[in-house]
């Protein structure tokens, strides 16, 4: 689609919020829990939504992906190298070389401190690609379309429950073709999801339910990361309904801020790690005992509101620089 729908984008805020707080790394686990369940599914079910079936020849949608995906993930990569420089220089903490450069590349968790998100951005590009082809191979049908996404959904689940461990998942592929079931389900339900009002509030019900229920069951939640997946009913059900709920949610707000965030929310999600540098949370072990619940939510509120402070303030510097560049590598030198 080539005009954004506001919604969506408000959706992808609220989901990028959900990032933001998960990683706070201070809310109970039953909350992050919950919003583990849903906030990374819920990307590429609004991908789904706004995936248009008329897509180019497969080279120039392959070159738009590129821009708008790998571009800003090498900046984020250029930034982190000369972090990791800086330390060397300053604190004399050694800058891992080749483990970044292995996780920049590969996409595999845990490799350093600084390629942790390079997962996201693979998976996200393998899901894209795989669902152009999916359209392509079906022309659109919905039977044959849900269908080939289950399988997807089943083979990449098999993998990461059977044989993650015994084998890398170089550039997230399997975790791409999970990430493709969720992408076809906001695809397919396009036309009702964003009619959905007041009454799919209600989703929230099996989205809590759910997702605690795998919680209990597994000890964790969905973490797509570690393609940690739990049982499958209770992800997928939990997931897709969080994803129904903040649909719903998202047609019930008018917000320009959260549609603000919404169309810059891969930037917010590849810098907003850097929570260490964050001052105001720090301060609050002065003045409270830390570890304790109000300790906790303040400390997770507080640099909730930083990072949202600091990104309104980051946007603009960052999309003059962005935007023109991704203009002109895609032939547009004349757009606003």
Known sequence: MAKRIGSVDILKALGICSVILYHTEALPTVVNGWIGSYFMPLFFFASGLTFSANQPKFGAFLKKKCVYLLLPYLLYLVCCAALGVAKQVIRGVA????????????????????????????????????????????????????????????????????????????????????????????????????????????????????????????????????????????????????????????NCLQSRYLEYLGRNTLFIYLFHFFLWAYPLPRLLGKVMTVGTTAYNWLYALLLFAEVLVIFSLLIPVYNRIMQPLQRRLLGKKNEK
Not at 149 to 160: E, K, N, P
Not at 190 to 208: D, H, M, N, Y
């Open 95 to 250: 800058f891992p070389v080749k483990s970044f450069l292995l996780g920049a590349v590969s996409g595999l968790p845990n490799m350093n401190e600084y390629t942790g998100r390079a997962w996201f951005i693979y998976c996200f590009f393998v899901a894209e690609i795989l669902f152009y082809f999916l359209l392509k191979w079906t022309k659109g049908k919905r039977t044959p379309l849900f269908l080939a996404a289950l399988i997807f959904l089943l083979a990449g689940y098999a993998y990461a429950h059977f044989f993650r461990d015994s084998a890398a998942m170089f550039w997230r592929y399997t975790d791409g073709m999970v990430a493709v079931f969720f992408m076809a389900v906001g695809y397919l339900l396009r036309e009702s999801v964003l009619k959905l009002k007041a009454p799919g509030l209600l989703f929230i019900v099996p989205s809590v339910g759910f997702g605690l229920l795998n919680l209990h069951i597994n000890g964790h939640g969905l973490v797509m990361a570690y393609s940690y997946y739990g049982e499958l009913v209770p992800m997928v059900v939990s997931a897709l309904s969080g994803c129904l709920f903040f649909a719903a949610l998202s």
